[in-house]
């Protein structure tokens, strides 16, 4: 089976929540003897050559520009699936979902994936939000066949478009190799077990600037905090939470990936989500598979059946947030067992596949 895949900024190492899933997934689906092209926007693209443990990767130029990349991408790269001639388009997020019936109208048959409402995004502006509904809208009604990552997400497709027929399948998160080294972290000026990490872009709903403020109000002494990410489209909002960390002492590390990370999660003592608004957090997961105490946000996408009140906090409430942390850091930082068994990539790959079968036939 031939799957053309857009709606990424592409493949690998490319930060983002919908990049990392398609990171962890294509390749497994190309592993099972599928012919899997992933569409990336050229100005992101991290590796040289067009392939990716047996994922082609398709490089089309693309304005780097928040408002604009993703629809002119999404255009570009069903055009070219014209020459791929694939049994599949799978399309992901609601943004690029918009062009859903466009593909139609070109003979695909088209899977979508949606994400989340990101019209809920604070960085988007009125005409934006307008288009990412109507993205959302698109995607329901014309799609041969809606994956959803989450059970809030499919909801919301039944309650807003009468969609009842989508398939839940769940982001992932893979086993890691926990890190014995240190010295990336001392390089930092970490101290193992005494800092406090979060992970993500540097845009508004996620909430960064409420941990920083919370983790002031904490006085956890002894204890740093840690983010790692940057933004993808430095903007005002990005270059005062940069100004804000300065002032406060926050460990900023920049986009990590790999052995960095790897230090950076294993010997951590809590990690912190103080998002707005998520799909399905890969972050959490991730932080979870390290086995780490959590604290975050009460956002539906972060009620997790293996987390507990007690994990929770009232979103955007810095002083519940700062009383969560203080409380947590105080236990101590013991290592926590969750159940992360529906979250597993194999499984979603063939979760996945089974839904290509089933629009091929």
């Known amino acids: 089976m031939k799957i053309f895949v857009t709606g990424t900024r592409g493949i690998p190492e490319i930060q983002g929540g919908v990049e990392t899933h398609c990171q962890e997934l294509y390749p497994r689906i190309a592993a099972m003897g599928h012919e899997v092209t992933v569409a990336c926007r050229a100005p992101y693209q991290t590796v040289k050559g067009d392939e990716y443990k047996g994922v082609k990767l398709l490089s089309i130029p693309t304005p780097r520009r928040k408002s604009l990349e993703a629809i002119i991408h999404t255009w570009r790269a069903l055009r070219a699936a014209r020459r791929?001639?694939?049994?599949?388009?799978?399309?992901?997020?609601?943004?690029?979902?918009?062009?859903?019936?466009?593909?139609?109208?070109m003979g695909f048959k088209v899977v979508t994936t949606n994400h989340g409402p990101d019209y809920d995004r604070q960085k988007w502006g009125k005409v934006a939000k307008a288009a990412l509904r109507t993205g959302e809208r698109m995607g329901a009604r014309f799609s041969n066949r809606v994956i959803v990552i989450s059970k809030v997400i499919a909801g919301i497709l039944v309650s807003?478009?009468?969609?009842?027929?989508?398939?839940?399948?769940?982001?992932?998160?893979?086993?890691?190799?926990?890190?014995?080294?240190?010295?990336?972290?001392?390089?930092?000026?970490?101290?193992?077990?005494?800092?406090?990490?979060?992970?993500?872009?540097?845009?508004?709903?996620?909430?960064?600037?409420?941990?920083?403020?919370?983790?002031?109000?904490?006085?956890?002494k002894g204890f740093k905090l840690v983010i790692a990410g940057d933004a993808d489209h430095p903007d005002a909002y990005s270059e005062r939470l940069k100004q804000m960390a300065k002032e406060q002492g926050t460990v900023l590390t920049g986009f990590i990936r790999g052995e960095k990370m790897r230090q950076l999660m294993s010997h951590a003592a809590l990690f912190a989500m103080p998002s707005y608004h998520e799909g399905l957090p890969i972050a959490l997961l991730e932080a979870m598979s390290y086995n780490l105490d959590v604290a975050v946000s009460d956002i539906p996408a972060c009620l997790l059946d293996c987390l507990t009140p007690a994990d929770h906090y009232p979103t955007g409430d810095t002083d519940a947030l700062a009383a969560l942390l203080s409380r947590k850091l105080a236990a101590g930082a013991t290592p926590r067992q969750y159940d992360l068994s529906p979250y597993n990539w194999d499984t979603i790959a063939r979760q996945t596949v089974e839904v290509y079968e089933q629009v091929k036939a």
């Open 84 to 105: 791929e001639r694939p049994d599949i388009v799978h399309i992901h997020a609601v943004g690029p979902a918009l062009l859903t019936p466009v593909a139609r109208l």
């Open 160 to 220: 807003k478009y009468g969609r009842r027929d989508t398939d839940l399948i769940f982001n992932g998160v893979n086993t890691p190799d926990k890190a014995a080294a240190t010295d990336y972290i001392t390089e930092l000026g970490l101290e193992p077990g005494r800092y406090v990490v979060a992970l993500g872009r540097f845009v508004e709903e996620k909430g960064f600037h409420d941990l920083i403020e919370a983790f002031a109000k904490a006085g956890a």
